[in-house]
């Protein structure tokens, strides 16, 4: 069992910067590729971002190529995600999630085995 928990969200200004991180439990964090989704209320969870197990690829969805970075520090058992030039549209809660298969699609969430409670991003205009 992995237990995933985010921290960092908040308030910001729209063009304003937060850095999310999620810390695992246990000593497998490693194997997992990682993925950030995100759900604002009333809309279906949204992929945002992932990274392989070593850190060497990423994926990003469209919308926030170029102002997100996610990456890893296996030695902590953390993934991050660096988020610059908010916009109001990225207000949602962000969720952390550990996917074990090395097969299937990072992007899917149907993929991911293990969740965290999620930390709100508010992004006021």
């Known amino acids: 069992q992995v237990q995933l928990v985010e921290s960092g969200g908040g308030l910001v200004q729209a063009g304003g910067s937060l850095r999310l991180s999620c810390a695992a439990s246990g000593r497998t964090f490693r194997t997992y590729t990682m993925g950030w989704f995100r759900q604002a209320p009333g809309k279906e969870r949204e992929f945002v971002a992932a990274?392989?197990?070593?850190?060497?690829?990423?994926y990003y969805t469209d919308s926030v190529k170029g102002r997100f970075t996610i990456s890893r520090d296996n030695a902590k058992n953390t993934v991050y995600l660096q988020m610059n030039s908010l916009k109001p549209e990225d207000t949602a809660s962000y969720l952390c999630?550990?996917?074990?298969?090395?097969?299937?699609?990072?992007?899917?969430?149907?993929?991911?085995?293990?969740w965290g409670q999620g930390t709100q991003v508010t992004v006021s205009s």
């Open positions: 999630a550990a996917k074990t298969w090395v097969e299937g699609s990072p992007r899917r969430y149907e993929e991911y085995n293990y």
């Open positions: 990274i392989s197990r070593s850190g060497d690829v990423t």
